[in-house]
């Protein structure tokens, strides 16, 4: 196995009750680990990385923990949590690895709340935005998250050099992403599509992308789509490892970063489906 995850066991300490809690990712690495999968410990990005994507003002109150929402609470340390799952974002894109650490970052746009939300949706600062500012490359976003990513979609709308395109569950939170807007190709899908259906829907997603405009691909894997998740498509194993595959076959410089996914066990073994998809493609 190739891709190496990018993991600290410092991402736990934070969130027991929350439905965003350690479990989720302790329980995956565990799995990953007993596969023999190799990790990296990141190191946290410092106000520099954050300033890429997000306003001076809004880093200074996660900092001070004066922001808080009725999904997203200003947890004692937050910002250090917040910057060491960027960290892990930014030593994945370095690597072509997998960040899987928490807090996840896809509903935070520059101020917080992302294009009219109320909520961050768990997240704090946008870990897979600031590693593609950081890259300064031309870059594909893929989030295969359940839910739409409208803080990526806020930071990228108009970019000339990022096209971000989103297959989510709707109706669903953020509410966001019903249509394709410009560089922002957005498929909002029924509860339990199904995976030939999913499936095809990415195909028809990537098609409307010239691929030679990207020398990168970011994954933002959230695995919420599973089949009984928060989001849930109806998507199992087996569909991870063809979205893997698909990943593969754009011949691009690639990371992953983790987003959602609510069964630790789920995610675990949905990572290892799609690495391996990923790697027996290349
Ligand atoms: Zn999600």
């Known amino acids: 196995m190739k891709t190496k995850i990018v993991y600290s066991e410092k991402c736990l300490g934070y969130g027991t009750w929350h439905i965003e809690g350690p479990q989720r990712v302790k329980t995956a690495h565990d799995?990953?680990?007993?596969?023999?999968?190799?990790?990296l410990v990141p190191t946290p990005a410092n106000d520099n990385d954050l300033l890429t994507v997000h306003?001076?003002?809004y880093i200074w109150k996660v900092k001070k923990g004066l922001v808080e929402d009725t999904d997203t609470p200003a947890y004692d340390n937050i910002y250090e949590y917040a910057r060491l799952s960027v960290g892990g974002a930014l030593l994945a894109s370095k690597i072509n690895g997998l960040s899987l650490m928490r807090p996840p970052g896809h509903h935070v746009g520059r101020n917080g709340a992302a294009l009219g939300?109320?909520?961050?949706?768990?997240?704090?600062?946008?870990?897979?935005?600031?590693?593609?500012?950081?890259?300064?490359?031309?870059?594909?976003?893929?989030?295969?998250?359940?839910?739409h990513g409208n803080g990526t979609q806020e930071v990228f709308q108009n970019d000339e050099k990022v096209f971000y395109i989103s297959l989510h569950q709707s109706p669903n939170y953020p509410g966001t992403g019903a249509f394709t807007e410009g560089n922002c190709i957005n498929f909002a899908l029924?509860?339990?599509?199904?995976?030939?259906?999913?499936l095809e829907t990415l195909?028809?997603?990537?098609?409307?992308?010239?691929?030679?405009?990207?020398?990168?691909?970011?994954?933002?894997?959230?695995?919420d789509?599973?089949?009984?998740?928060?989001?849930?498509?109806?998507?199992?194993?087996?569909d991870y490892r063809e979205i893997g595959k698909r990943v593969a076959r754009l011949k691009k410089s690639v990371f992953f970063v983790l987003e959602g996914g609510y069964v630790g066990e789920n995610v675990g073994l949905d990572i290892d489906a799609l690495l391996r998809g990923y790697e027996e493609t290349l």
């Open 31 to 39: 799995i990953l680990k007993a596969k023999g999968y190799e990790s």
């Open 55 to 57: 306003d001076a003002e």
């Open 117 to 147: 939300v109320y909520t961050r949706g768990f997240c704090y600062f946008n870990n897979i935005a600031i590693a593609v500012k950081e890259l300064n490359k031309r870059t594909l976003i893929l989030d295969i998250d359940g839910h």
């Open 190 to 198: 029924p509860t339990n599509y199904g995976g030939q259906q999913y």
């Open 203 to 223: 195909d028809k997603a990537l098609s409307m992308v010239n691929l030679d405009r990207f020398d990168v691909v970011a994954v933002s894997c959230g695995f």
């Open 225 to 238: 789509t599973h089949l009984g998740d928060l989001a849930s498509l109806g998507l199992t194993g087996k």
